[in-house]
């Protein structure tokens, strides 16, 4: 390469450093001008000073800061296995090292001691892809003791995703009572119930019931027991001997039954114990379901978006044309309730099982429901009111997958057609609609164990077709109609003040819109805007407090049903 000015000529090899190290790892290895012998062990390995100096940090500060090594010739190495110095040295001359699963460990300690960052970020990258339930504890463990900070904290949200899998772990019942703490407490833990954070606690102290009960109080504290349903406190927690032995264990127990039993001394209770636990780092696939075309036909067409990479792309087709149609998602399976197939409402209900890529029916609803809502809580699914051709339903059904039956359930207290429900705080929700007359800001909610429906605080905006979901122990919804207005007002609610607050809008108006929580955040798909139907998609930040667009829907035209199956 040459560049020119007006006296003189540069030129420039650019390949002479590719070319010329080689020449020098040849040299090395025929013995020739090396400088330095590193001992390790009853192992030696000659090289160059300059060569190690000036690849390696740590030889760099012993050789350029007149320490007593930068004179001698032969150098003693401690803490550093002798196969991966010899790697490691390697790698100085060639850029290159292999790593496997008999190394990298030792190359990761190493490179730590070495201070090459690159190669033990690698070395961290090839243990992640490796994680697993059986192994992530002792690898965070090692990553901690070697200062690999990226890979302790990888492990930790492999440890809180799949929280079930690595309690059943050897690893895990050897941890110490504090290592047990710092796991237990966490707001990240992915969990179906805190009755899996109950059991892995007990598994914990029954591994070593003599010495370990000692431990159980400081650790059920950090179980949240009011989540709990009364049934397995008193069918299960109450009847644990190491529970019924211990006086703090029951004042906890006793503080979880005054939870359920008086409601209105809930605001007096610690916080994060009735706090739901959500793991931010889970990442689903978000699929939409049924909808509507541009002309307003109704579909059968699902596609699913992968939010690692920003892309929406075709799932398998449900049987049957689904609009305004109820989805919810129970034990990885989507569920598609009801809607309107362009000349009927619907009764049918149909699965997916993303194992087996295919959709599947189910007993349907007793009740033909269009414009529905559902939401899946304690290993039942819910569907809560719509529209049956004639008049908005007030009526509420329970399905069972086990015995593959829909029940009745009370009535909720106003007929709602296009309303919002979610799952939450162990309740069932039902927000807005409209009974063909008015369209509600009314809230209330089902508690499966006393079979009752109760009023909450009214959201500020009344509102219909909007998106309802949960994040972060609040409920949120947007968007809507109001009756006159095409919305895009987002609000927030808060259980512990039984109070409605706005957070950031939308970016534009969207009625018929979905809204799921996802990686921590809120995605909102779909709608109408009062003049098209919207294949956009836009995502909340709550930390941000931001919303921002992401890639549109391939084949949706708005009014979709949507789900999130987790990707483990």
Known sequence: MEHECEDCLIFQQTDLFSQGFPIVEEIRRQGKLCD??????????SAHRIILAATIPYFHAMFTNDMLESKQKDIVIRGIDPGALEALINFAYSGRVALDNNNVQSLLAGASFLQLTKVRDACAQFL???????????????ADVHGC???????????????CEVSLSEEFLNLSCAEVLDIVKSDELHVVSEEQVFEAVMRWVSKDGGSRKQHLPQLLAKVRLPLLTPQYLTDRVAVEELVKTSHECRDL???????????????????????????????????????L??????????????????TWQMAEAMSMMRSRVGVAVMHNRLYAFGGYNGYDRLSTVEVFDPQKKAWGRVASMQCKRSAVGAAALNDRLYVCGGYDGVT?????????PERNEWTYLANMTRHRSAGGVVAFDAHIYALGGHDGLSIFDSVECYSPQTGKWTSVGPMQTRRCRLGVATLNGKLYVCGGYDGSTFLQTVEMYDPDTNQWQYVAPLNVMRSRVALVANMGKLWAIGGYDGVSNLSTVEVYDPSANAWSFV????????????GVIPTF
């Open 293 to 310: 075309t541009k002309t307003g036909d109704s579909l059968s067409t699902v596609e699913v978006y992968d939010p690692a990479v920003d």
């Open 149 to 163: 900070a990226p890979l302790v904290e990888a492990a930790e949200k492999y440890i809180q995703q799949y929280f």
């Open 551 to 562: 890639s549109p829907m391939c084949a949706h035209e708005g009014g979709v049903g949507v």
């Open 253 to 291: 127990l006793d503080e979880a039954r005054d939870y359920h039993l008086m409601p209105e001394r809930r605001p007096l209770l610690q916080s994060f114990r009735k706090r739901p636990r959500s793991c931010s780092c889970v990442m689903g696939n978000i699929f939409a379901v049924g909808g």
């Open 36 to 45: 330095v012998t590193l001992k390790v062990d009853d192992e030696s390995f």
């Open 392 to 400: 908005s339903l007030n009526t509420v059904e329970c399905y069972n």
């Open 128 to 142: 992640k892809r490796r994680f697993h339930p059986n192994n992530v504890l002792g690898i965070r463990y090692f």
